[in-house]
């Protein structure tokens, strides 16, 4: 602990938030110092909750160390683990806690998780333990087998233990259960390894302790002779006594019980804990005593985040069923478990029922009523905090819903499809009729509804009836037609709310856009971003399945359409080669242009280190925010840079070039600014960029496609060696004449060559620049994006020309404000402890966020339906639809690592100014995720009959406010 200063911590954090937000974190700090253990935080939506429970942890911290505590634990729950990766980095106030990707949530494992922290070096030394739970799997334990890795641990544990060394085999069967791939792949060892790990760490106290707790816990001889029981006859094919799941649900309840007694928490945070109230209950059950173990630990304080702790109200039908005011007896449920304290419940209610029965008995002129409700206020306030938007706002306007007043223009096609929809269910024998919702969200039903009863109904008839399944004709709107998709040919208009979207998610020409223009360019933006002020993401919310998969996979169809499709309409027939939608995927046209290529020997990618290098001088020569205060625009800018240029051009020319060669020299584009910085910078670099290059699986610059890294990289250590050997000997460079454009091309490099502008705007480091660099080339590299490249300035004379037009792209689509925008986004979304290490873990939060994630959706055909049901091929599931400018979020079943890591990808992408722009979601969305960083248009395909699940965006803290004006002027971003 000697080198935590919680004076310097606290600073730090504290001055990361707005005066409100740390008005709270002293209001908490205050209640905790007097003996209110349990508070609630209960401001609005869009706050900044996470963020004043960052502060409330330091507060707290101090508060230990006041109170002579050797390590602060802190466990953070949340509803599931991508809402924990995403606030898990923002807790990290010491940035002392080792923070992945959060995968052992569950309570059952935590005494293995506890043991690696305590022996932690680190994080020890940074006094705080912080530690993530999921209460759903970790609390809910009555059915089911648990994940793979909770059921890992468990084995090694188990089989340490005496009483199970001669059942090892059969033991390690039961646990498998059907995770056969998984355990042997990886899961088995893993968690012995980590046992292992901290048996060494602590010389045998661990797991020692853990199994001594196991035959020290209360119900433990009938849970073994019951486990032993089992294991027989699973062994021995007998009758089993109770089922696999009713066995380790024991064990798990056993090994979480054994987990709480470990845990023994300084400071709880429940956010959304509205999602979880089972963990308030005070009954008797199982889940119960776990919960109440847990919570009321010595000294152990508790912080509630929640924007609707309770139902905020019941209506008269509500009540007449239920026989209770529910919303008012949830009221009470909540203030009970903040004031845990009989004396003051009592007088919290009676308070309380005071001030109803004054509200009941109101007269006019009754001022009396006034103080009853200050002493109701001041009674609740003694336990909650809330601060509303309004009151923070200069202004309340802050949500435009003008939309509303504009009607969706239904057309035939919209009443057509639920007509043939009707007609096709009403011949088979169900007794279900089609719910007109569905047809008004979704077109093209038979192709979406996957898993939905309708169609499993309808397939199941035409299975034993296929002659009365109808012609394709008499269903044209009911399916996608692949040959139709595959021409890129527009589809059929057939559902008013999917042409509302399209038309807001394409406006302006948005589908030649590769990414979020910037909300403060430093100067005028072109080409396909002159009028792309104010476009932002589109956030969706369906009630149905079926919504987030068809915009995912029909909007990203149309955006293709617009580019690759109008591409290939306007070429000529000769050069129609790998055309359509469907064609092989590395061959689809238009291919892939900013390689590497090696041609009869000879390099031919050279120029394109003008898009990968990052050079200092040429970096130095455009300053942003002095540009942006001094209003100059980007002909002045242009302008600055060209005179800065020529002086340089002239001192390369006079000692590099060659007066007697006057053949034009392509060499100028990117010898030039490595000559500019000298040789030994640009050395330098290059060592750099080979070992980055080396680490990237996912390179699309490389012509031969190989699983053998060493093949795939032959044409880049080609370039290398070429450069190489310029740099070796620069006097022997000679350089001809220049070209015409040399000069523009260099100053559009200065304004937008991604590896520049990155130099620039994260630390100046020349690695990051070039590997973050690398993954924009990568994306340029995509057919949508080099169609986008070549209707915005046409198609170049050769293709080892396009990355000049990449470069003017980038210019005019303000690529340096961008970037910038989202470095100070991630900074803030991650609540950086130092500056020691931000650049770096911004840096690899956009590594992450940026690489290519390629997603498909199936969409069912009716030749495909035709030949599941004539028995021709059952396994036939339809066509693939690529996904790239919109995607769906979806409750995937299952919370393994693929299912969350693939859900951590969308929310990353969804959050960073690349695509996707369009993000659909179920209720899932509004999980306590956040998705505000570049959205700020909400659509509500279906309105939800809960007022409380209507979708926000009033993170008003983001984007749109990241510019501050200082009292002289000057724009600080």
Same mark, same amino acid.
């Given at each position: 602990m ?6 310097e ?24 110092r ?14 900044g ?5 960052r ?5 707290t ?20 683990q991508n ?10 106030v ?28 680190q994080?020890?030394?940074g006094?705080?333990?912080?530690i ?20 890992a ?8 233990m ?59 001889e ?13 062994? *021995? ?9 009713y ?46 173990s ?8 508790v912080?509630?985040?929640?924007a ?25 449920q909540?203030m ?6 009989e ?12 001030y ?48 509303v ?6 057309? %035939? ?5 639920y007509i ?23 077109? *093209? ?37 692949c ?23 394409f406006t302006?020409?948005a ?9 403060l ?9 002159k ?12 009630a ?36 359509? *939608? ?17 041609s009869n020997?000879?390099?031919r ?24 205060n ?24 006079e ?8 053949? %034009?020299?392509?060499?100028?584009y ?21 070992w980055?290059m ?9 012509e ?23 740099l070796?000997a ?10 015409e454009?040399?000069?523009e ?29 690398k993954?924009f080339?990568?994306?340029?590299n995509?057919p ?10 046409g ?13 003017k ?39 992450d ?26 396994k ?18 299952g ?32 999980e ?10 909400i ?13 926000r ?18 724009i600080?971003?």
């Amino acid at each position: 602990m000697s080198q935590f200063n919680i004076d310097e911590i606290e600073k730090r954090t504290l001055s990361g938030l707005k005066d409100f937000q740390r008005a709270t974190v002293e209001r908490v700090d205050y209640l905790f110092r007097h003996n209110q253990n349990r508070v609630l935080v209960a401001d609005e939506v869009g706050m900044g909750k996470t963020l004043i429970a960052r502060g409330a942890i330091v507060k707290t911290a101090r508060l230990r160390i006041e109170e002579k505590d050797d390590l602060f634990k802190v466990i953070y729950i949340c509803s599931n683990q991508n809402i924990a990766n995403q606030n898990i980095r923002k807790l990290d106030v010491t940035g002392k806690n080792a923070i992945g990707s959060v995968s052992d949530t569950r309570l059952s494992m935590q005494h293995l998780k506890i043991t690696e922290q305590e022996n932690d070096p680190q994080i020890k030394e940074g006094f705080i333990q912080l530690i993530p739970l999921t209460p759903e799997t970790s609390f809910r334990m009555t059915t089911g087998g648990g994940s793979v890795q909770e059921r890992a641990l468990m084995y090694a544990i188990l089989r340490r233990m005496p009483d199970f060394k001669g059942h090892v085999t059969s033991l390690e069967k039961f646990m498998i259960m059907d995770a056969v791939k998984a355990w042997d792949g990886w899961a088995k060892w893993n968690f012995e390894n980590r046992v292992a790990e901290c048996e060494k760490m602590t010389k045998g106290v661990y797991p020692q302790n853990v199994i001594e707790k196991i035959l020290n816990y209360q119900e433990y001889e009938s849970i073994r002779d019951m486990l032993l029981n089992h294991l027989h006859e699973r062994r *021995y094919n007998k009758q089993l006594t109770y089922s696999n799941y009713y066995v380790m649900n024991k064990l798990r309840v056993m090994f979480a019980r054994i987990s709480v007694s470990m845990l023994e928490p300084d400071l709880v945070i429940m956010d959304e804990f509205q999602r979880f109230k089972f963990l308030l209950s005070s009954d008797d059950s199982e889940l119960g005593i776990l919960a109440h173990s847990f919570l009321s630990g010595h000294d152990t304080r508790v912080l509630l985040l929640s924007a609707t702790p309770y139902k905020l109200y019941s209506t008269l039908e509500e009540i007449d069923e239920n026989q209770i005011d529910e919303h008012y007896a949830e009221f009470f449920q909540v203030m009970n478990f903040l004031f845990d304290d009989e004396v003051k419940d009592i007088k919290f209610k009676e308070v309380w029922k005071n001030y109803s029965h004054a509200l009941s008995e109101l007269k006019a002129g009754d001022s009396a009523i006034i103080r009853m409700k200050e002493l109701a206020e001041n009674a609740m306030y003694q336990g909650v905090s809330r601060t509303e938007r309004i009151s923070v706002m200069d202004s309340g306007d802050y949500t435009d819903d003008s939309s509303v007043k504009h009607h969706l223009q239904i057309d %035939e096609n919209d009443i057509n499809s639920y007509i043939q929809m009707s007609r096709l269910l009403s011949k088979t024998d169900s007794n279900h009729s089609l719910p007109v919702d569905y047809a008004k969200s979704c077109p *093209y039903l038979m192709s979406f509804m996957k898993k939905y009863k309708i169609k499993e109904q309808i397939e199941k008839y035409y299975i034993k009836h296929p002659d009365e399944f109808g012609s394709e004709r008499e269903q044209s709107l009911l399916w996608l037609n692949c040959n139709k998709i595959n021409k890129y040919d527009e589809l059929p208009k057939t559902n008013a709310r999917l042409e509302a979207l399209k038309e807001k998610a394409f406006t302006g020409g948005a589908e030649k856009y590769l990414w979020i223009p910037p909300s403060l360019p430093y100067y005028e933006m072109q080409g396909a971003y002159k009028n792309s002020k104010g476009f932002s993401k589109i956030l969706v919310f369906s009630a149905w399945e079926m919504v987030p998969r068809m915009i995912g996979a029909l909007v990203s169809y149309e955006a293709e359409r617009l580019t690759v499709g109008k591409l290939v309409h306007q070429i000529k027939n000769q050069d129609k080669k790998n055309t359509g *939608y469907f064609a092989e995927g590395s061959r689809r046209y238009p291919v892939a242009r900013l390689r590497f290529n090696v041609s009869n020997g000879e390099v031919r990618g050279m120029s394109l280190f003008a898009l990968l290098y990052p050079s200092k001088t040429l970096s130095d020569m455009y300053l942003p925010i002095e540009s942006l205060n001094n209003h100059e625009s980007l002909e002045v800018i242009e302008k600055s840079v060209r005179l800065k240029l020529k002086e340089k051009l002239a001192i390369i020319e006079e000692k590099y070039g060659d007066s007697g060669n006057n053949k %034009e020299d392509a060499r100028w584009y990117y010898l030039a600014p490595m000559l500019m910085d000298g040789v030994i910078y640009a050395k330098h670099w290059i060592e750099d960029i080979v070992w980055e290059m080396n680490t990237d699986e996912e390179d699309t610059t490389f012509e031969v496609r190989s699983s053998s890294k060493d093949k795939r990289n032959k044409g880049f250590i080609a370039h290398i060696d070429k450069l190489r050997n310029y740099l070796d000997a620069p006097e022997e460079i000679h350089l001809g004449r220049k070209p015409e454009d040399l000069l523009e091309t260099l100053v559009n490099m200065v304004l937008g060559s991604p590896a520049i502008c990155i130099y620039r705007s994260n630390g100046r480091s020349t690695a990051r620049a070039t590997s973050l660099a690398k993954v924009f080339v990568n994306n340029f590299n995509l057919p949508e994006s080099t169609a986008i490249i070549d209707l915005a300035y046409g198609r170049c004379r050769d293709d080892n020309s396009h990355w000049q037009n990449v470069l003017k792209y980038c210019k005019d689509g303000c690529f340096q404000a961008m970037i910038d925008e989202y470095i100070h986004m991630l900074k803030e979304t991650a609540g950086f402890q130092s500056d020691g290490n931000q650049y770096q873990i911004v840096h690899d939060m956009m590594m992450d966020s940026l690489k290519i994630h390629t997603a498909t959706y199936i969409a069912d055909t009716y030749p495909d339906f035709k030949k599941r049901i004539n028995g021709a091929d059952r396994k036939s599931d339809g066509c693939r639809i690529r996904s790239s400018y919109a995607v769906g979020f979806t409750k995937d079943a299952g919370d393994n690592s693929k299912v969350v890591m693939r859900k951590e990808n969308i929310r990353n992408a969804f959050n960073s100014p690349m695509r996707p722009f369009v993000l659909a979601t179920t209720s899932i969305g509004q999980e306590g995720l956040d998705f505000h960083n570049y959205c700020r248009v909400i659509m509500h395909w279906n309105l939800p009959s809960n007022p409380i699940d209507v979708g926000r965006i009033l993170r008003t803290f983001k984007i749109k406010k990241n510019v501050e004006v200082t009292d002289n002027g000057k724009i600080i971003i």
